[in-house]
Nanobody, 127 residues
Framework: QVKLVESGGGSVQSGGSLRLSCAIS????????MAWFRQAPGNEREGVAV???????IYADSLKGRFTISQDIAKNSVYLQMNNLKPEDTAMYYC?????????????????????WGQGTQVTVSS
């Protein structure tokens, strides 16, 4: 059974940093793509960043320069480094995985085409 487990969330002040981790188990091959999404109360789940097995990345325009997605294939893990956090970054952050490749722009925009999800980790940024 494939399982994704996020960790690293917490409460920080505006301008602070957090590093989220997502550990994948139960799947011996590497996912074709991994991603981070976030969802704030009352909002739709939105794409934060996507990385493919070759290391190519794509980010939400509003987050470029502050957030960095990376992966450690040997550890079957994906990470999200978040710097200069703002109160509007407050949300539940989810990692997602997909076995088959797809256009990365589509993957970022459509959470419903990701079959595997973690349970989420809460990030709260205070002003």
């Amino acid at each position: 059974q494939v399982k994704l487990v996020e960790s690293g969330g917490g409460s920080v002040q505006s301008g602070g940093s957090l590093r989220l981790s997502c550990a994948i188990s139960g799947y011996t091959n590497n996912f074709a793509s991994m991603a981070w999404f976030r969802q704030a109360p009352g909002n739709e789940r939105e794409g934060v960043a996507v990385i493919d097995s070759g290391g190519s990345t794509i980010y939400a325009d509003s987050l470029k320069g502050r957030f960095t997605i990376s992966q450690d294939i040997a550890k079957n893990s994906v990470y999200l480094q978040m710097n200069n956090l703002k109160p509007e970054d407050t949300a539940m952050y989810y990692c997602a995985g997909r076995r088959s490749p797809e256009n990365m722009s589509l993957l970022l925009r459509h959470f419903d085409i990701w079959p595997y999800w973690g349970q989420g980790t809460q990030v709260t940024v205070s002003s």
